[in-house]
């Protein structure tokens, strides 16, 4: 149904009245005849334009009074919107308008074919469909280019080129190895302080098998979890479920350690089916190895007995028909129990169903409890299985997963107490796992659902568990939040359109019921009287509306219109970028970096003093959270140390008071220390914890050197100069690394540096109050026998909390410079010159030491 919109000028309505009105009548008047005509009776004597109430006076005055009601408009052409809702016409006469800005509106009607084929994107002004896909095209093309120049700067890093570890919508789970006097203190292999040379592992730190692991031996995987030890003499062999990549199904994952699972070799596949299989129970029976994975894709539960332990298995029965989930065998009494969940059941709830069945052997035939379902109740209840049953004291444990929050949350642990095939009952006891502390950034912060107790010969406990960083349906919410975000952008960028005048019409005419080529009389007669026709008429009229009353309100050429316009495309581009971010960005977690399949941890060190205990509270507060960090030691150089509890931290906080202030005291031995690996990082420095996990990646693979993230160059003949990073940058090149934010080996470095050989050095640096990182540097270039001594990682941003609080060490810095010039001339004196140390920028691969 046409609704006649004009745009007036509100110094040409009298001028094109006539006309107007003229057009409007004969509209009218056709419609009134020919609704007659095709009813096959004659039509009343009546005036059209009294039968409609709009007499010419009345037509007049509504031009004249809606113009001048925009007269006070503040934009340089006034203009006014006409919207006749109330009189739209259903008529086979065709109209258009033509609306030059600024000038009279002229008003054209006939009868061709021509015509009566016109749509909204035939209007001959700035609104046609010509202007409006142009402008939408090219700002398609334009916020694409940022797009995808964002993506590549931002998240190029994150991209996976391997066929494993590809973001899935199931998770990121890896695997964790815990030790302990028994099930119930346990402890992660970090705090074991295991050392692995090899991976330069010190210590070594979970998760100990992941996706990667499991990809670079040739197997593609997203990830693994489900993990069951079996323990065969001194070797440990771990089965799990590791989800192919190329399949996206569930497949039966093998490793082994010698080394008590310090350190794991992955074996192959051990299992695979064409059904998704996980949950793999290990476990004996008369002399034999059997597995009972999780298959209940198949509809039955399959027993498979080992033939060439541990990569070959055959099926050797079949000893359920019925859909089992995360099923296990254990003998109790003089009876063999099976647990497990079905949740193909009609009224069963999902994740809180738990069934039992009996029977003399593990090869059946099974009889169901007289109870089953022992539990059907809420997903929180831990009544799906989380892992083997284990025995502890003379008692039996069972365990279970917690599923209220998100899926596999946490593993719950219940004593059985009573095991007929009459009645069955449990009672919780508490586990004693420490919770994680750093949310995201752990490799377990989100949730952990499965478990495997057993104790070794040696009495000692071990544990495997799983864990994944990301709660259940983290990427596919994260990919709807990204997507509404993008959308909204969009929005933002029509509303654009609409201001400068691309786009005028939101929802075109021809779109209505009433523009349809061919009706029925019967369809006429509907439309006419129908209230839903009416009010969508109505709705269409005033959202049209809007575009015109937006470019009147917020025209670009007043500063309120440009004001408005900065603020929408910088809207648009803000929604655009944060939406890019939830798709590509990941988690957001900070990830630690793998060296050989192991992970590691080191211990951070900052120096400072009372004045700078603000600095202090925000760093730990932040570098706490970073993933490899396992303890953060304060070096308390002067004034009354604070409370360690104070600080809102992750990880331990250790204060060192020192009896004297000195510059000294940074690289003071400290046998309290756990870690080889130490950051030298001064207070007042914040930078992203993903530059400091690069950091000690380099560092894990150069662990001979400095590395750190502050580079300069010494050159030339004397007098030596101190230069800044400018110099190095000039140069191509750098041959010392400032300690203030460096990685190094702590029982190497400290024990150089309060060696007989380095105590002139130490007495210089006391002199001068300056000068112990440039000290340090001197020391290094003169033990290591190689051409470098220092590697470079450039972080992305740094910034200097000390500008803020005031109390800077170093607030002079031409006077700094000065003074540690003279350092350099007085240690190399002592120990010889770093101009035969250069390395270049660009040089290593990995592509951080631009």
Known sequence: ??????????????????????????CLSSLYFLSYTNQNSKPPNLSIISIYNIPPFAFYLL????????????????????????VTFFCKLKFSVKMVSGQSVGVIGGTTEKTHRLRWWRVHDNGGVSSTLSFLFVSFMVFSSIGFLYTYMVYKNNSNNSLGCQEDSEGSWGIGVFYGDSPFSLKPIEAMNIWENRSAAWPVANPIV????????????????????????DALFLFFETKNSMTMQGDIGVARSIDNGASWEQMGIALDEDWHLSYPYVFDYDGQIYMMPEGSQKGDLRLYKAVEFPLKWKLEKIILKRPLIDSFIMKYESKYWLFGSDHSRIGTKKNGELE?????TPLGPWKPHKKNPVYNTDKNSGARNGGRPFV?????????????ETYGKRVRVFKIEVLTPYKYREIEVDLGFEKPTKGRNAWNGARSHHLDVQQLRSGRWIAVSDGDRTPSGDLSHRYIIGCMLIVAAGSLVFLMGMMLGFVRCIVPLSWCPHNIKKRSDAFLVWERSSLLSS?????????????????????????????????????????????????????????????????????????????????????????????????????????????????ESAVPVRIRVEEKNSLNNRFKIDPLIKTKAVLELDDDIMMSCDYIERGFKVWRENPERLVGFYPRLVNGAGPLTYRAEKHARKFNGYNMILTGAAFMDNRMAFSRYWSEEAKAGREVVDEFFNCEDVLMNFLYANATPSRASVEYVRPAWTFDTSKLSGVAISENTQSHYQVRSKCLEKFTELYGGLSDRKVDFKRRKDGWDL
């Open 356 to 360: 039992l069945w009996y029977s003399n």
């Open 63 to 86: 031009l004249i009074l809606t113009s001048k009601s925009k007269s006070k408009s503040k934009s340089n052409t006034k203009c006014s919107v006409i919207d006749f809702s109330s």
């Open 210 to 233: 992941t996706c990667g692991s499991v990809t670079d031996s040739g197997f593609p995987s997203n990830f693994v979890a489900d993990p069951f030890l079996y323990v065969q003499g």
């Open 535 to 647: 009010k969508l008429r109505q709705y269409c009229s005033q959202l049209n509306r809007v575009s015109s009353v937006l470019r009147c309100k917020m025209n670009p050429k007043t500063s309120l219109g440009r004001f408005a316009f900065v603020v929408i495309l910088i809207g648009s581009i803000g929604l655009m970028c944060i939406g890019i971010g939830y798709i590509f960005g990941g988690s957001g977690g900070r990830e630690p970096y793998v060296v050989d399949n192991h992970y590691s941890q080191f211990t951070m060190l900052a120096m400072t003093y009372d004045a700078r205990l603000w600095n202090l509270k925000w760093y730990i507060q932040h570098y706490s959270q970073c993933p490899s960090v396992r303890e953060i030691v304060v070096i308390w150089n002067k004034g009354m140390p604070p409370d360690p509890t104070d600080f």
């Open 392 to 404: 502890y004291n003379g008692n039996v444990y069972r365990l279970g997963q917690d599923d209220g």
């Open 1 to 26: 149904m046409h609704n006649l919109k004009l745009l007036v000028n509100k110094n040409t309505h009298a001028a094109t009245f006539s006309s107007l009105y003229n057009y409007y009548t004969h």
